[in-house]
């Protein structure tokens, strides 16, 4: 259904129709489709969607939409839809509100779900914890199939929470049990024949980043997570894992290109002003980092004064070692970043870094000394800007891959140590570096 | 289990122990323990796993290790671990291998395996139908669940796959049905008032990309892959999903960075000459295009030379530039990557990036004006430093935005239209900007 089409049938009312369509819509579909429509149609429709679904679509709607359909709401109707909503997107959901409307909102909802959503709303953001949502199976060992099977039946919560099910005793937890096993065994099989004691489970305070990690690892459906002392507190499922993986890798691409913005706004969705705040951090920084490379060069006033020809070669410098370095940079990046490279490698990465630097050097130094030596027939040249690029190229993949892992040594985030500050340094060096040989090679 | 524990036992002849601890390890770390053994431990302790389970480790292991391991392995014992892998693990496998191994080895498999896999190997490489496994439960519509549950426990496949049933009517698929609702209904319940049909489902000819971002809009356990006359081939499970996101995410950020590597294998384990050929293409084109800048600045020999101070500022101007359109250009291409922002919105994102490159610009040829005038006493300065940052700001996001839309709109992956090949292309437009700004204020 397209918004054309909605508009349509609301302008002729006919409601039945559109609640016919609603219902066979998905909700990440319809949050999108609700998008469109302004204040006072997206009320109308919002409250012709199904209770249950519409708690889900509002965990899909963003900020904007969600305030303009607040707005139009009770105190109460608002409530109500918190109490719908599985405990996590509640938490996301009320994480962006004002602290006396969230006050407001817990007085209003139903006590169990109250309590779970303070207990969320007590983890550090990005943790496990934040993450979690505290409806999941709950088995014991001297349950059968038949009663596990009678609990889910009773508890009734999201499919994909009910996957994997947890075998506690006295809160801590023992095993897990999947619902595949469930489905092919008799009902009087005995939970404890069925659980296998060895899973993989992550703390509370274990950050996101780690979590997302454990399911992109061991491909896992769920993951238990434990409180300090062992036992099970919630769980984190696959789909809010994908979502963390997106997220996590976004933001490391924006830090890598110097963006320092935090919010989860879209592109388009984002103030020019807030576009602009998140660039102008680094980009001022790193403005006035230049003009070291600037004074550098302007000591060499003499240098170029008597062969120009000299500062024809800047830039083409400065961009190859940008280059190579962010090459390296990246590799290292991304490689800490899904846990392929750790820290005890440092070692085989700079050998590896360095052999790769001189293959890569020689062939771009001769490449250009030819080039120059036919262009401008002059062997001096070419042999200065042969041995600076051999230089700059393997200093810039150096900074380029021990930057990213110092970072994370010192708990940064290597994703800062990218391009644009690796470029900024790599410049000074490799001006340095031009201007010496020059001089030293032309007798200046 | 260390690796230095493991072989204490071996070389104690402890194999009943060893057998009793890789039973309770899960795959994925089994495959990294087998990593760090040579090939005559890892043959030995290889054959002490499980068949089953020695399959998914092979599965997990890299090309190396495999190589390794099947060189100690007959034509028989190599057909019969295919045989126990899923054929989508088996695909991805013999993939890599050689033609004529693989005409072998499908000779000695089973029938039913061999069709499997010689149909997924029939699909393009990043396609959906070479993604997909065709292992899935295949249910009918006047089906109970009773009968439901009989044939989940007969075909008795991996977990992940029995938790979406597909109704299939003439291999069309009609409807399906969760594993939750089989588990919470009588055993008498049909199939049919069971199941939905409104669902999500990929062509066996979409991009790999495509369907791990429906798994990221939807939050999927499993996608049902049609072919062209809808006809339900395989399924594509969450866990190859993450796989795929993560591969063509760590893909984009390396076209980013200027690197043209397209092999899987982990960074270390790339050799020194690898690394270089990935590297070296990029570097060669963007250094003889950034000479392109240095002849233009070549021709501004008489204007350095009347005032050398204008050489000083080109790092900072280069860099601005380069730092500017690569702030845009990721925006953009993480925005198309995710699906968030479309060719459509090309006029919003225009706009946008019109206005942020305008508050950015002014406010950095303010702050830059000023240091300029403090430090140099020179009006006419500050004042070509200041007019050059913004039209150079400008220029700079204008085509870091359109460059990565233009390159999704002819069908290439924006990714390439990143922070490299934007900043060459801006240096050569700072520079011109720079240069006839200078020539005009200092009258030159």
Redesign the interface.
């Given at each position: 259904m397209t918004n054309k089409v909605l508009m349509t049938l609301l302008h002729d009312k006919k409601y039945k129709s559109i609640h016919e369509v609603l219902s066979?819509?998905?909700p990440?579909d319809l949050a999108d489709l609700l998008e469109t429509l302004d204040a006072q149609h997206l009320a109308v429709v919002f409250r012709m969607i199904e209770k249950e679904k519409a708690a889900e679509v509002f965990a899909y709607m963003d900020n904007d939409q969600r305030q303009l359909l607040l707005d139009t709401f009770s105190m109460e109707e608002t409530a109500e839809l918190l109490d719908a909503m599985s405990a996590d997107d509640a938490v996301d959901f009320l994480e962006d509100m004002p602290a006396n409307v969230v006050t407001h909102l817990l007085e209003k909802i139903d006590w169990t779900t109250r309590s779970a959503i303070n207990r969320l709303l007590q983890y550090p953001e990005d943790s496990a914890g934040s993450m979690m949502t505290v409806e999941f199976i709950e088995l014991h060992r001297e349950m059968n199939v038949q009663q596990a099977?009678d609990k889910?039946?009773r508890v009734?919560i999201d499919?994909?929470t009910?996957?994997t099910c947890y075998v506690v005793e006295r809160h801590k937890l023992e095993g897990i049990v999947?619902?595949?096993d469930?489905?092919?065994h008799d009902g009087d099989t005995k939970i404890s024949d069925l659980m296998t004691d060895?899973f993989?489970s992550v703390h509370t305070t274990d950050d996101q980043e780690f979590v997302a990690n454990q399911?992109?690892?061991?491909?896992l459906?769920a993951i238990p997570v434990l409180d300090s002392e062992g036992c099970i507190v919630g769980i984190v499922t696959?789909?809010d894992?994908?979502?963390v993986?997106?997220e996590e890798?976004?933001e490391d691409?924006?830090k890598?290109?110097?963006?320092t913005s935090n919010n989860e706004e879209?592109?388009?969705k984002t103030s020019?002003?807030q576009?602009?705040k998140s660039?102008?951090v680094?980009?001022?920084i790193?403005?006035?980092s230049?003009?070291i490379?600037?004074?550098i060069?302007?000591g060499y006033?003499d240098a170029?004064?008597a062969i120009?020809?000299l500062?024809?070669?800047?830039?083409?410098l400065?961009?190859?070692g940008?280059?190579?370095g962010?090459?390296s940079?990246?590799?290292?990046?991304?490689?800490l970043a899904?846990g392929?490279?750790q820290f005890s490698?440092t070692l085989?990465?700079i050998w590896?870094e360095f052999?790769?630097a001189t293959?890569?050097s020689v062939?771009?130094a001769i490449?250009?000394g030819i080039?120059i030596y036919i262009m401008y027939g002059n062997m001096q040249m070419a042999m200065v800007i042969a041995i600076s690029l051999i230089l700059t190229v393997i200093v810039a993949k150096m900074v380029g891959c021990l930057l990213p892992i110092a970072a994370k040594r010192c708990h940064l985030d290597p994703a800062i140590m990218a391009?644009?500050l690796i470029?900024?340094i790599v410049?000074t060096c490799s001006?340095i570096i031009y201007f010496r040989i020059a001089t030293l090679i032309f007798a200046l």
């Open positions: 066979v819509y998905n990440v099977l889910i039946r009734g499919s994909e009910v996957y999947t619902a595949k469930l489905m092919i060895t993989i399911f992109r690892r061991y491909g459906i696959f789909d894992a994908i979502d993986l997106t890798t976004t691409m924006h890598m290109a110097a963006l879209s592109y388009l020019v002003l576009h602009a660039r102008i680094w980009l001022m790193l403005m006035f230049a003009t490379t600037g004074t060069i302007a006033e170029f004064a120009p020809l500062v024809a070669f800047i830039p083409m400065m961009d190859t940008g280059n190579c962010s090459q940079s990246t590799l290292i990046i991304r490689g899904v392929e490279l490698d085989k990465i590896k052999r790769v293959v890569v062939a771009l490449a250009n080039r391009s644009p470029t900024t410049d001006i």
